[in-house]
């Protein structure tokens, strides 16, 4: 079994910043992309920004330059520094995982979701 466990959202003013960060566990193994969606209530969920196993990341237009994605592959974990954040950033974040468990790979795993809300 798969876990994955977000921590990190909260209330935060404009212009501030929050880190979250979400650790994989269980029997998952080969972790490729590691990365961030968020929804935002009657919107789909979007790709925020993710990141490969080898570094590459690839970010939303309208979070470059304010987000930071990185990842510790000794700890399965993904982290998200979201910095001058906006009351358009407002969402439920969601942790996304792709690896290999029971014998298949190329796996999604979603977190539970964390909420972020950013007031004016």
């Known amino acids: 079994q798969v876990q994955l466990v977000e921590s990190g959202g909260g209330l935060v003013q404009s212009g501030g910043s929050l880190r979250l960060s979400c650790a994989a566990s269980?029997?998952?193994?080969?972790?490729?992309?590691m990365g961030w969606y968020r929804q935002a209530p009657g919107k789909q969920r979007d790709l925020v920004a993710d990141i490969t196993s080898d570094g590459r990341t690839d970010y939303l237009d309208s979070v470059k330059g304010r987000f930071t994605i990185s990842r510790d592959n000794a700890k399965n974990t993904v982290y998200l520094q979201m910095n001058s954040l906006k009351p358009e950033d407002t969402a439920v974040y969601y942790c996304?995982?792709?690896?290999?468990?029971?014998?298949?790979?190329?796996?999604?795993?979603w977190g539970q979701g964390t909420q972020v809300t950013v007031s004016s």
């Open positions: 996304n995982v792709v690896g290999c468990s029971g014998g298949f790979c190329s796996r999604n795993y």
């Open positions: 269980g029997s998952i193994f080969s972790i490729s992309a």
